[in-house]
């Protein structure tokens, strides 16, 4: 079956559901700032218990990872990101899901080649691109920048 450019574009419009881009942008921000504060209120309660600045830090990221993998398995995460879209992204919280969910996805094809290979599937491409960049950033600051 052949069909012109014209109807083509009309299917795609036709199924495509319609972007009401300020209402996106504004959930985004309003639920990434949430997380942000949530992130900071945790910070600070760690700070109360005299954790030096540092320490308060790394148990911050490490109650944000917990929580987002806890949601997700709960299924939660996903519900929130189906609001907050973009804004839970956040790069702790959107690592943690997208580990989270490719663990549990696979989980069903068994430990080595479910879990232990298919775990890192989204996560992987912006481990490598990270660190990369980091690496070339890097390499810029060392011989241009310092």
């Known amino acids: 079956m052949s069909i012109s450019k ?18 996106d942008i504004a959930k985004a921000f309003v639920i990434g700032g949430l997380i942000c504060c949530l992130g900071q209120g945790i910070n ?12 308060a830090a790394a148990w911050t990221s490490i109650t944000l990872v917990l929580l987002s993998a806890i949601l997700t398995g709960l299924g939660i995460y996903e519900k929130i990101a189906k609001h907050g879209g973009a804004g ?5 919280t959107g690592f943690a899901n997208a580990v989270s969910s490719s663990a549990l996805e696979f989980k069903s094809e068994g430990l080595v080649l479910g879990l232990g290979a298919k775990i890192f599937t989204i996560a992987g491409p912006v481990i490598l691109y990270g660190t990369a960049a980091s690496f070339i950033y890097g390499l810029i600051y060392y011989f241009f920048l310092r």
């Not at 014209?6 to 209402?23: E, I, L």
């Open 6 to 23: 014209q109807q083509y574009d009309s299917m795609v419009k036709k199924a495509s559901p319609n972007s009401k881009s300020a209402k």
């Open 44 to 55: 600070d309660i760690y700070s109360r218990f005299d954790f030096d600045e540092k320490t």
């Open 88 to 92: 839970t992204l956040v790069p702790i």
